[in-house]
């Protein structure tokens, strides 16, 4: 494998001196660049599109092309765990993923498929691997899963929902058939990630988009307890290199101290959470990610400036920050005021680090 050339954002996680603060974006590979519409049109599909590892390649390295982001991320999505168990993913026009079978019983868990990541999902290792060639070591790649619990929640729900009834129901009504659910896909889940790295993924996201619905009890209970035994299964070095692991709890922010003692290297913080406070909290017990609000990017770059201004001198001087939005960035976003908001967490970063 290629030298890194930026290790700007590995450095960061793992609390690091920079010279500046590192930058990327949730969803940076997306609908918001027309040349994104472009290649997922020429795909036929989604899913078409994650599964042809040359045409995943082109719309990951899409963003760079345009943004000096420290960062790629494997384009690809949290529920392709769920549709290799057997659940039949598929996406309607404006209606988002589905699957054609849910998991409400035991018989329903009992009938899942037993998966190997390399074998099962190996349209995703090889999207990492042709990736990670092609970006010839100018940035690092981010491999990502889904958390136990947000996939257990579109596979009880058979797809997006507003108020989670099945999925509440079966956690506080049938505790032991969620918990079955949530370590089945814990091991899958340690799998794929490290089988991603062995891929080539150079660091680790675990995106918990739904933790936040949990009650303070049951996000213990049904959310962090199996993301800590993932962080405590998945390979810490590969390529000579610590591997670092982010987990991003969406509307988690008064959970903080918990997740930083999940042995994570990184907490992402969502745009409802200060970031003056959060880092208060924390102390030096990890990085933290984040967390401008998407909707920011709407604004005026003079107004985006402004706002990135503002969170630097939130989280202060000294390391361990890597910038990034409060969530994904949304589809009506014009390109040019992505471009505000990375020059100016590169204009106005080093200020806050020590000269290297």
């Known amino acids: 494998m290629s030298e890194l050339r930026n290790d700007r954002f590995l450095r960061a996680l793992l609390r690091q001196p920079v010279d500046r603060t590192p ?3 949730m969803r940076q590979a997306g609908r918001y660049l027309p ?7 020429e795909a036929g599909s989604f899913l078409d599109l994650c599964k042809n590892a040359e045409l995943a390649c082109e719309v990951t390295l899409q963003p760079l092309r345009r943004y000096p982001m420290d960062a790629a991320i494997l384009f690809s999505d949290i529920l392709t765990v769920p549709d290799a168990l057997g ?6 026009e404006g209606e988002g993923p589905r699957f054609r079978k849910t998991v ?3 018989q329903d868990l009992a ?3 037993s998966i190997r990541a390399e074998d ?3 349209y ?13 070591g100018s940035v690092p790649l981010i491999g990502f899963s889904g958390s136990p619990w947000t996939l257990a929640t579109y596979m009880v729900e058979g797809g997006s929902s507003k108020d989670f009834a099945h999925t509440k129901r079966m956690a506080y009504d049938q505790p032991q058939l969620m918990h079955d659910l949530l370590s089945l896909l814990a091991d899958a889940v340690t799998d794929y990630l490290a089988a991603q790295v062995r891929a080539g993924a150079q660091a680790l996201q675990i995106f918990d988009t739904w933790g936040g619905a949990l009650s303070a009890a049951g996000y213990r209970e049904f959310s962090l307890r199996y993301m800590r035994r993932i962080i405590e299964g998945l390979p810490r070095e590969a390529d000579g290199r610590e591997v670092p692991v982010i987990v991003f709890t969406k509307g988690g922010g008064q959970w903080l101290e918990a997740i930083a003692d999940s042995g994570a290297d990184a907490v992402g913080i969502d745009w409802t959470t200060d970031i003056a406070a959060a880092r208060a909290r924390v102390g030096e017990r990890v990085a933290l990610q984040g967390n401008m609000d998407p909707a920011m990017l709407y604004a005026s770059p003079a107004r985006i400036r402004e706002e990135v201004a503002t969170i630097l001198e939130g989280f202060g001087h000294g390391d361990g920050h890597v910038f990034n939005l409060g969530h994904g960035i949304t589809p009506g976003v014009d390109p040019d005021h992505v471009t505000a908001f990375v020059d100016a967490v590169q204009e106005f970063s080093p200020q806050y680090h020590r000269p290297a």
């Open 23 to 25: 930058v990327w974006m």
């Open 111 to 113: 009938g899942l498929a």
């Open 120 to 122: 099962d999902l190996g």
């Open 104 to 106: 409400r019983s035991e």
């Open 35 to 41: 040349e994104y519409r472009a290649t997922r049109a």
């Open 87 to 92: 659940l039949g993913l598929y996406f309607e």
């Open 124 to 136: 995703v290792m090889n999207a990492v691997s042709t990736i990670r060639r092609a970006l010839g």
